[in-house]
């Protein structure tokens, strides 16, 4: 089993930045791929990057160069670096896990609000 926790939601200005932290304990030489989604009010969860555990990087069109996805290492947490906040980035963000068996695990998300 594999467990995610992500911490470092928040409420911040527009124009600001903000980093969330996803750690993932159990079994976690079985993860392939980490990344995270968002889910506005009202809106289906989307897609917002990853990272494989080779370190290759994909992001939604919506936060290329603004959003950075990074770890340490394969045994780190993955951060998700926020940078030039609109109020439309305000969603629950959720860190998700991929594994080798197909299986997919999921972090209890974190509100990242974005208002003056």
């Known amino acids: 089993q594999v467990q995610l926790v992500e911490s470092g939601g928040g409420l911040v200005q527009p124009g600001g930045s903000l980093r969330l932290s996803c750690a993932a304990s159990?079994?976690?030489?079985?993860?392939?791929?980490m990344g995270w989604y968002s889910q506005a009010p009202g809106k289906e969860r989307e897609l917002v990057g990853s990272i494989t555990s080779a370190g290759t990087t994909t992001y939604a069109d919506s936060v290329k160069g603004r959003f950075t996805i990074s770890r340490d290492s394969a045994t780190s947490p993955v951060y998700l670096q926020m940078r030039s906040l609109k109020p439309e980035d305000t969603a629950v963000y959720y860190c998700?896990?991929?594994?080798?068996?197909?299986?997919?695990?999921w972090g209890q998300g974190t509100q990242v609000t974005v208002s003056s």
């Open positions: 159990g079994s976690i030489f079985m993860i392939n791929v």
């Open positions: 998700y896990a991929i594994l080798s068996t197909g299986v997919s695990r």
